[in-house]
């Protein structure tokens, strides 16, 4: 079977690399066309990449496929969607906002900008978390007029939350949620991103807009889809997202109110369990489980953990009752921002959206 | 007049080596007894802490006073407290069960251990936050036959959420607290303390009973005295704590249930106005302000709100409602765990009750 | 005495406000007037260093003094320099070029800019170390028609060396020197400076341009006036500069080939008698000794020694023969480079060529 | 053809594990014994390496082998020798100067310890650079009368200095070496190891024996074989080394006198072909190049050059003349310490021993 044309659009960003760490030499989708600003059109990506002074600046641990490397850019606003089956846009929110219609017009488009996150007729698709909401992709055509179509992933700090309530929802249902975050610097980029002499031994208590985006997205995720909307489920959530020196990898402490009562047990089963059909389609992205339970006191922590199942799983420890919170549940988790939280996450996402027919069909 | 004789006990750890940076040139105590164990006794202070390769082992950025320095010092089981007016100890908690009792049969005893915290006729003291505790102090001596007492401070997780709580609950009254630490690592000691290759790029999620510690003594400071025993405040705490790559201070996120109703501003003049009758004391080691509450959405910083006050207020920032908890507010605070949280914080509750004619009446 | 005005060009950015903590209650300067660039202008300081999320950029540990904070800043290229007696200038070396000589028709100008450190009638002065450099102001002066003058400081990484070579230089003469630097982050400013993606775990072995500065200005500062011309030292000088995961503090590992041998006691009692004559003068901004040289093994270290002497010493240690070099001796050092190594140092060498008649007179 | 069977002794340590991750499904060797100290002798691997409150110390970024987790811990000194053909040991260096000879009797030992480096009848063997000193081991089991050998790798500050200076000594002769290094954590194991408190936003300037060390081993490992002896080669070696806040990886900025004049593209070509036939005979765990020569002017750095080849190549950088040198060269190397400088290298080591036929013949 031959495999889809893809281009990947804002290719020389980090945010873009870990897209390409994460196609190269894959099985569904074919790397054909790499686009990013008019600064680096026309030149090899490589070329792209690398500064007059004569360092490359590729920032992912995989080392750049040589294939890629060789590839001319093609300026973003000339990309003719036409020309491939899927885009994966990893653009900053205001050139996603411009950009993204005119692929979505033609193609199907991934995307991990925030652009369209909250747009009502746009699903945030999480795998293996909301594939109930996928059918709003056919509304979204009806009413745009687009043959393609948006589907952006969540900020990565609400990627690992909602993976890890997902089974609590279903098995138990939610009431509230109180959460704290200990992100690592990546999730900030590299323009300028965080600065050492913020973040050395210290801890930044404010990012700015990411409270808001956890509460509002967690509650459209986990939420209901019917008459061609999304109801966000009416639980509430409470978060404090704070920044720590830690490179990859988002730590949350989550104290969860529970609408029926669970014992630590159950809830520890309950998420082991969570997504065993999913991942037993075996997906090229996939991990093979959802969320990894600890049972180590000490776990999860970001820089070991990260690194399992190519930082594709979400890690759950210190799973205890909470006795503040009613029927109420409290642990930690450790999730990768840019593999699950991101690009990578958005290619697995893509996997399941050509098995279910609306990529490539 | 005179000052009065002080002993500092586990000198040449670096909790003792707190008390002594806090001690140096004190108006009321003057510091006659360094002791510590057998290993170190008959030495200078200097020779205890200076290894065979000739590496002075003193951890404090305040300089190590030459008197201190030249001092000869005495094995902890020997010092005779007829000789001091107060002893300060910083002694591991088994050493301290052992040795304070020793001591307190004679003097008073101030105290960073955790050995006596939860003893029912020994109240743990936090300057300006319980002052109605003191007179369990009388009870302990009625009850010991001892002349001296024990009065420990909590653990400096405590001491931050503390502080911060005691203006809450006397304007509005407390229903229930949520926190998450972050904390630094100095509050691990050295022996070995937290191993860099744990910590660095790394968030550890487990500080082994340091939860239980925070709720129960967070419980039993806030709470009242009557009948001569200490009835824990009827909230509920939940925490979580973990470790970060930051040297000093902890960096806690707060999320608090009113028993009535305020709003931001009312919340944070409560705090603002916190505890000026005991500052305005003047205490030779207390700090203008109990609270110090910022604007500045980016703070409170631990490397940056450490140095604040020396040490000895705790900082407040992103005080905002929180809509999970009933009557909620949330917020973040920073207190720095080896000055209000450890010696110096021990030094200032002598202070004032030297004033309050606990100590050297 | 009144004190003299003084104007500090650059005062928003963190080289600024470096002099700004230093001049802050100063004896012999009093600062009239702040200036910075036109975005800043007619803003107070405090308005100009707070971003409009409120957030107050201040970034020394020294709090902001409040007289600073109510002052009216003026735009750079509108200071008109007959008003104040001295110009503290903190401006990027572009912008150094351009607006220092305007300053200096008129009034001594005290630089941290690299624009003029190799311009031949102008010498780098550093406090204690080259004084018999100072009368190429006049020359500078007499060529330029001048009636102030612009005397930089050398490049942050060249105090700490050049300090520790001149006593060498004087008793036993140089042949050689070999120097690997390990350079803290805020060398490399805010804008961005040194992200934490790039150092956290990490080291970057490339400052561009650092090197040749360092190896430049160390023979320059070393060198010999005579017939109104700097004649560099003919030693040679070979350096390797790196970043590592340090906020504050320069360390530095030089090998040096001495002309007449000296024992490791000689080389250490040169270094420490160094420079008494000019700390018996007793600045204001003063160390007690230019040289601190310690017999720990493990120091020095950035974090424990830049906080020695208001980081105005320069910390040495490790001083062992090295068989390598020719009369080979090797050694560790620590300098502050953001104190002695930039505004602080200026204002040092401010309030000497006060008293040598240069400034106010 | 089966494999040779191993044990691996100090399993349950850093440097085991490392041995252990290095060992996992290996072509050559089969893994038949784990051997410690007789606290976990009884106990499977996985529950001599878990602690009592449930925490897994398993340190390797590559997941701990099944079958190693089942295999039942034998007290080192109880190793029966006979039933192995290798015995690779990650031992202290007091118990390996007393375990190794007992197992050398009869069988190979590949070492990491120190204990028998500078013995005159054991060669220190590093990989593709000094198989001229194999012979050496006859000499010794002819002298101590063994039917096995030990061979120790160098301290893990050496190999990497050893790599890159090889092909510079073959091509154009050494006259002395100047280096300081910047050594990750790893290096100093876990017992304690480095602590936070120490090494965040600092540097240790000091390594106890480890300049000595390095000065000596480089030389010897460089020497020449005759008459059953190794005569150190006869350039010098002077070192300073220090601790930077780095996981893992040791950076060395070296500055080199060579006998014969060299261009820096000689001296890089030079690099770049060194070890060509080693590499080619395709060892599993050889890298592909032994030294990875970058252009890129900002590397090698050690996060980003740490993970190539799996830290078995030597990444070298900025190549540069230096004048102070005598034919002068500067360079910044890379060298994973817990890869190539420990286990990993010892391994590669054992394989080219199989081929060479003094393993398993």
Chains 1, 2, 3, 4 share one sequence.
Not at 28 to 41: C, D, K, N, P, Q
Not at 164 to 175: E, I, K
Not at 236 to 246: L, N
Not at 320 to 336: E, F, P
Request: charged share 15%; aromatic share 6%.
């Amino acid at each position: 079977m031959s495999r889809l044309n893809a281009a990947v659009v804002g290719a020389t960003g980090i945010a873009g690399q870990q897209f390409l760490a994460a196609l190269a030499d894959h099985p569904l989708f074919e790397v054909t066309h790499l686009a990013a600003s008019s600064r680096s059109a026309g030149k090899t990506y490589l070329e792209a990449i690398t500064t007059a002074a004569g360092s490359t600046q590729w920032f992912c641990t995989e080392p750049l496929a040589p294939r890629f490397a060789q590839m001319t850019v093609i300026e973003a606003a000339k990309l003719d969607a036409h020309e491939v089956d899927v885009v994966f846009t990893a653009l900053e929110s205001d050139a996603a906002a411009e950009l993204e219609p005119l692929y979505a017009q033609h193609v199907p488009v991934m995307s991990t900008a925030s652009a369209f996150r909250m747009a009502e007729d746009v699903p945030v698709l999480v795998p293996g978390v909301n594939p109930q909401h996928a059918p709003l992709i056919r509304q979204m055509q009806a009413e745009r007029g687009w043959q393609g179509f948006v589907v952006p992933n969540p900020n990565c700090t609400t990627v690992g939350l909602v993976v890890s309530l997902a089974p609590l929802q279903q098995a138990f249902g939610l009431d509230s949620v109180v959460m704290t975050s200990l992100q690592g610097c990546s999730g900030a980029g590299r323009s300028p991103g965080v600065i050492a002499l913020d973040i050395v031994d210290n801890v930044i208590p404010y990012i700015p807009k990411e409270e808001e985006k956890v509460e509002a997205e967690t509650r459209k995720i986990l939420g209901t889809l019917s008459g061609g909307r999304i109801t966000p489920a009416d639980f509430r959530v409470s978060a404090t997202c704070t920044r720590v020196p830690v490179l990859e990898a988002h730590t949350e402490s989550v104290f969860v109110s529970l609408t029926r009562p669970a014992t630590v047990e159950q809830v520890s089963a309950a998420m082991q369990e969570f997504g065993s059909e999913f991942t037993g389609l075996g997906h090229p992205s996939s991990p093979t489980r959802l969320i990894t339970v600890t049972a180590d006191p000490f776990r999860p922590q970001p820089r070991l953990d990260r690194v399992v199942e190519d930082g594709m799983t979400t890690t759950v420890g210190r799973i205890r009752a909470c006795d503040v919170m009613g029927n109420g549940v409290k642990y930690l988790l450790v999730s990768h921002n840019t593999k699950m939280g991101a690009g990578k996450g958005a290619l697995l996402m893509a996997e399941e959206l050509v098995r279910l027919g609306y990529i490539g069909a």
